[in-house]
C-alpha cells in the first residue's frame, strides 16, 4: 500500500469516527432552536452555531469510540479503533480538537452561547465515560446533550433562552427514548425497555403538539410534520417492542436518530413558517444518504 492510500485509509476511518450522517442532525437542532429565538435573519451567527455544533456533536461522538475501545474490540470489532484503522491517540487528538473548536466557534457569538457548548462538551464527556452504562442516568444525561444542542440555537438570542428554556425538553425525552431503546443493539434487549422507548416518543410528540399554546408557535403549520415524525419512529419502534431483537433494534435506533430531523422540521415550522420547516427537512435525506455510508449506530 502507498503513502496516498494509506493516508486516504487513515483518513476515512477518522471520518467515521465522527459519525457524518449524525452531524447532519445536530445542524437541524441549532436551526429549529434559531427558528425558536425569533432572531432577525442573521446568517454569520447562524454559521458560527453550526460550525459549534460539528465540533461539539464530532467530538463527543468520537471519544464514545474512545471509551468504548476494549468493549468494541469483543463486540464490534470492524470499528475504526478495535479494527487498527485509527489509533487510540488519534482519536483522543482529533475529539479534543473538535471539542475545542465548537467551544471557541460558539464564543464567536455570545458568552452564554459559549457557557452553553463548553456544558455540552462536558455532559457529552460525562456519558462517554460514565453515563452510557447507567440504566437511568444514561438516557438522561445523553438527553440533556441534545437538549443543549437546540437552546445552543435559541442563544443567536440569549433572552429567548430564558423565555424558551423548556423547547430542550422535547430532545431530552426524545433521545432518552432512543438510548433506552439502544441498549439492546448488540445482545436482546428486555420488552420493557422497547415498551418504556415507546411511550416516551408519544410523550414527545404529545409535547410538540402541546406547544401550540404558545402564541408564536403555529401548531397546523407543523402537523404535517409531526405526521411524518409518528410514522417514521412510532412504526419501527413498535416492531422492536414485538421482537426485541439486535437487528430490530438498530433499524429502530437508526430511524430514530435520523428522524431527529424531523422533529426539529416540526419545531422550526410551527416557529418560522412552512418554507423554513421544508428547508430544515432538507436535511433528512443528506443525512439519510450519508447513513449509507457511514455507520449510524
Given at each position: 500500500?502507498?503513502?496516498?492510500?494509506?493516508?486516504?485509509?487513515?483518513?476515512?476511518?477518522?471520518?467515521?469516527?465522527?459519525?457524518?450522517?449524525?452531524?447532519?442532525?445536530?445542524?437541524?437542532?441549532?436551526?429549529?432552536?434559531?427558528?425558536?429565538?425569533?432572531?432577525?435573519?442573521?446568517?454569520?451567527?447562524?454559521?458560527?452555531?453550526?460550525?459549534?455544533?460539528?465540533?461539539?456533536?464530532?467530538?463527543?461522538?468520537?471519544?464514545?469510540?474512545?471509551?468504548?475501545?476494549?468493549?468494541?474490540?469483543?463486540?464490534?470489532?470492524?470499528?475504526?479503533?478495535?479494527?487498527?484503522?485509527?489509533?487510540?491517540?488519534?482519536?483522543?487528538?482529533?475529539?479534543?480538537?473538535?471539542?475545542?473548536?465548537?467551544?471557541?466557534?460558539?464564543?464567536?457569538?455570545?458568552?452564554?452561547?459559549?457557557?452553553?457548548?463548553?456544558?455540552?462538551?462536558?455532559t457529552a464527556l460525562l456519558y462517554d465515560a460514565l453515563g452510557k452504562h447507567h440504566p437511568i442516568f444514561g438516557p438522561i444525561n445523553m438527553g440533556v446533550c441534545r437538549g443543549g444542542n437546540l437552546l445552543l440555537g435559541v442563544s443567536v438570542s440569549s433572552t429567548m433562552v430564558g423565555e424558551y428554556w423548556f423547547l430542550?425538553?422535547?430532545?431530552?425525552?426524545?433521545?432518552?427514548?432512543?438510548?433506552?431503546?439502544?441498549?439492546?443493539?448488540?445482545?436482546?434487549?428486555?420488552?420493557?425497555?422497547?415498551?418504556?422507548?415507546?411511550?416516551?416518543?408519544?410523550?414527545?410528540?404529545?409535547?410538540?403538539?402541546?406547544?401550540?399554546?404558545?402564541?408564536?408557535?403555529?401548531?397546523?403549520?407543523?402537523?404535517?410534520?409531526?405526521?411524518?415524525?409518528?410514522?417514521?419512529?412510532?412504526?419501527?419502534?413498535?416492531?422492536?417492542?414485538?421482537?426485541?431483537?439486535?437487528?430490530?433494534?438498530?433499524?429502530?435506533?437508526?430511524?430514530?436518530?435520523?428522524?431527529?430531523?424531523?422533529?426539529?422540521?416540526?419545531?422550526?415550522?410551527?416557529?418560522?413558517?412552512?418554507?423554513?420547516?421544508?428547508?430544515?427537512?432538507?436535511?433528512?435525506?443528506?443525512?439519510?444518504?450519508?447513513?449509507?455510508?457511514?455507520?449510524?449506530?
Amino acid at each position: 500500500m502507498n503513502t496516498v492510500t494509506f493516508n486516504l485509509h487513515r483518513f476515512w476511518a477518522y471520518l467515521q469516527l465522527m459519525r457524518p450522517a449524525n452531524i447532519i442532525t445536530a445542524w437541524a437542532d441549532i436551526l429549529a432552536g434559531f427558528a425558536a429565538s425569533q432572531s432577525q435573519v442573521n446568517l454569520l451567527p447562524l454559521a458560527w452555531l453550526l460550525l459549534a455544533t460539528t465540533g461539539l456533536y464530532g467530538g463527543g461522538i468520537v471519544f464514545n469510540d474512545v471509551f468504548d475501545a476494549e468493549l468494541d474490540a469483543q463486540e464490534r470489532p470492524e470499528r475504526p479503533i478495535p479494527s487498527g484503522r485509527a489509533s487510540r491517540w488519534g482519536a483522543i487528538l482529533l475529539g479534543g480538537l473538535l471539542l475545542g473548536v465548537g467551544i471557541m466557534a460558539a464564543a464567536q457569538v455570545s458568552w452564554l452561547s459559549a457557557s452553553l457548548a463548553f456544558a455540552i462538551a462536558t455532559t457529552a464527556l460525562l456519558y462517554d465515560a460514565l453515563g452510557k452504562h447507567h440504566p437511568i442516568f444514561g438516557p438522561i444525561n445523553m438527553g440533556v446533550c441534545r437538549g443543549g444542542n437546540l437552546l445552543l440555537g435559541v442563544s443567536v438570542s440569549s433572552t429567548m433562552v430564558g423565555e424558551y428554556w423548556f423547547l430542550a425538553l422535547i430532545p431530552m425525552v426524545y433521545i432518552a427514548a432512543i438510548t433506552t431503546l439502544s441498549r439492546g443493539e448488540v445482545h436482546v434487549s428486555k420488552q420493557s425497555n422497547g415498551l418504556i422507548a415507546l411511550l416516551l416518543i408519544v410523550a414527545v410528540i404529545a409535547g410538540l403538539l402541546g406547544l401550540g399554546v404558545l402564541a408564536n408557535y403555529q401548531v397546523f403549520t407543523a402537523l404535517p410534520f409531526l405526521i411524518l415524525l409518528a410514522i417514521r419512529v412510532l412504526l419501527p419502534f413498535m416492531q422492536a417492542v414485538r421482537q426485541p431483537t439486535p437487528e430490530k433494534i438498530r433499524i429502530a435506533v437508526k430511524a430514530g436518530v435520523l428522524s431527529l430531523i424531523v422533529l426539529d422540521t416540526a419545531v422550526a415550522a410551527g416557529f418560522a413558517g412552512l418554507s423554513y420547516g421544508l428547508l430544515v427537512l432538507i436535511l433528512l435525506p443528506i443525512s439519510m444518504l450519508l447513513a449509507q455510508i457511514f455507520a449510524v449506530t
